[in-house]
């Protein structure tokens, strides 16, 4: 079966970095999009980013541009998101997420989440 495992995530202080991995098997990986979302206690679940099939095109939301970095390895189904400069705002719990295009972009499988906490 399809399973996405996340880790890396825990507790960092303002301004620290983290790197979340999302270990993927049971899916042709290569052929997925893949995304990293968040979700904030009482918030809706956001996208932070994604990456097209072959890692050559990223998308990151506004609030995390230019600090985190989507990436992936296709020969070992990976998938990562390095954090830099972290906030408290970024506190979430964090999932990765499998999809594909039928007309729009549509998230099939997801992981269980990796909490990430930065106090403020």
């Known amino acids: 079966q399809v399973q996405l495992v996340e880790s890396g995530g825990g507790l960092v202080q303002t301004g620290g970095s983290l790197r979340l991995s999302c270990a993927v098997s049971g899916l042709t990986f290569s052929s997925y999009v893949m995304g990293w979302f968040r979700q904030a206690p009482g918030k809706e679940q956001e996208i932070v980013a994604r990456?097209?099939?072959?890692?050559?095109?990223?998308y990151y939301s506004s609030s995390v541009k230019d600090r985190f970095t989507i990436s992936r390895d296709n020969a070992n189904n990976t998938l990562d998101l390095q954090m830099n400069s972290l906030k408290p705002e970024d506190t979430a719990v964090y999932y990765c997420?499998?999809?594909?295009?039928?007309?729009?972009?549509?998230?099939?499988?997801w992981g269980q989440g990796t909490q990430v906490t930065v106090p403020s």
């Open positions: 997420s499998a999809g594909s295009y039928y007309n729009t972009l549509r998230w099939h499988y």
């Open positions: 990456i097209n099939w072959s890692g050559g095109s990223a």
